[in-house]
């Protein structure tokens, strides 16, 4: 009875060296996704917050056409004060469109803005980013992009109606 004991001394052993790498690699994306995901609600948000801001400051004039220009130019502002030293490594684009006219005041342009922010967040465990990183694999980056569309705030003049 000892001695079939002692051949199955080291059986343990070698089942937790089998298991224990999957079993963490396992655990490591479950963690990486909750990361993920918390990065991309970020993301979302700041996107959001960067197209009410050119919504808002977007038009100098009632009735007037929006500025591209000045919205980039407000949104960078607000992405230092928001992300301080990472701002340089996040990039926020913005396009006006315009959607029609008003049937009632035919100088008024509906526009809208549309900000698109690249996020880029850098994997935390070892073994997920040959998976979930963007290339090259090796940084271990995975950039969110986050697009929100918003209308811009125009007032109406008194000479725009017929």
Known sequence: ???????????????????????????FFILEFGNIAYHTIIANHASYEFARIGALVGVNKPSGKANAGRMRQKINIAKQKVFGSNAQFISVGVKVQTTGTDPMYQRHRHEDVIVTVTYPVRLAF????????????????????????????KTYASSDTR
């Open 126 to 153: 070892p073994g997920t980013s040959w998976l979930l990183a963007d290339e090259p694999k090796r940084n271990g980056i995975r950039r969110i992009k986050a697009t929100t569309r918003m209308p811009v705030e």
């Open 1 to 27: 009875m000892k001695l079939f004991r002692r051949e199955r001394a080291g059986q343990v052993t070698v089942e937790l060296m089998l298991i224990l790498p999957v079993l963490m690699l396992m655990i």
